[in-house]
């Protein structure tokens, strides 16, 4: 469990082709990822393969300190002080008295194999999820990268967001360090994740136990035609769901196509409905204009009748104050004549009485 440990851990001593450089079985590698690397001493183990680039990442700043000036000579190997995690963010990272057991995780289990195991130090560190870690690499499965996990507590966690995000498929070979039994707090034991690599298409190649049997190293290879079947069982899934929803589209545009029949025969029916109600409309309308056009010849029919008999009051008016001024003249004709009767009457009484008067005289 500690440095000294991975220093002596021996390579898998199963015959794998796949390590002879020039062997058919033997591409090139491409980019060979250690997460959780410490002071990583299968370095030259790393190094034989000959990979074009090599990415160690260790969170603890010391043991990475001491990891730049090892590789301080090698030009196709980086140091990336970062702490991976499925879930970026603040977290802390706890150092204990054995370097090797370093985590974000609280030793748990492991206090049983080592009882004088102690936290030295709580690091505040910002976790980096692999997603952000592995996209500017721009990786490509044909180039045969490697993946070695060694990040207790982190490890399912981890290669799953791998494979949510699409990136785990980009290796050909994983080599996972995990405790047997459950060693940290919220960790999963080995049986676990070793099933679900299986079930993600990766086959278990060896085992290696070295001198730390409770926290062994297990090799997987890529299965590529299993994960051609999953992607193919993928494809046919997907295929059927959009099958499934096309017909459940298709039946969801018979209904609709049968309500929108509905909807039309209904607005046929109601346009039949207000073209016949327009029509009739027109025809009151007909009527009524023609009523008002009878009705407008009367009133103008009265009009005139109207006009001819005001002319005639007029004209009515005009011989009556014409008689009226006649009247007046007569009357005051006859008044004339009446005064002058008078007079007359008055004259002839005086020539009576001077008739009489002068017969007096006479007699």
Known sequence: MNNETRNEKT??????P??????????????????????CGELDAHLSLKPER???????????????????????????RAAVAARPGPAVFFRYNLPDAGSLHRAAGLLELYPGLRIVERLEVETVSPAALLQPLRLEAARNNHLIVDIPGEELPVLDSMRRADQLHLFSRIRL?????SLYEGDVPAIRILEW????????????AGKDPDR????FHRNTLQLQNRELRQRIETLESQAAQLARAREEKDI????????????????????KSHDEQAKAALEGQSRIEQLTKEREEQAGIAKDRLSQLEQASRQREESAKLAEERQAQILQLAKSRDENANWAKQLKSQVEALNGRLA
């Open 11 to 16: 390579v898998d001593s199963t015959p794998d």
């Open 18 to 39: 796949s390590r002879h450089e020039g062997s058919p079985f033997h591409p090139s590698i491409g980019v060979l990822i250690h997460l959780g690397a410490g002071l």
């Open 54 to 80: 090599i990415l160690l990442v260790e969170a603890d700043p010391a043991l990475a300190a001491s990891l730049e000036k090892r590789t301080a000579g090698i030009p196709q190997a980086e140091v990336r």
């Open 177 to 181: 360090y995990c405790g047997r039994e």
């Open 197 to 208: 690599l299986h079930e993600a298409g990766f086959d278990l190649l060896s085992e290696e």
């Open 216 to 219: 062994p190293c297990w090799t």
């Open 256 to 275: 609709l196509a049968a309500e929108l029949k509905s909807e039309v025969e209904s607005l046929r029916n109601r346009l039949a409905q207000l073209q």
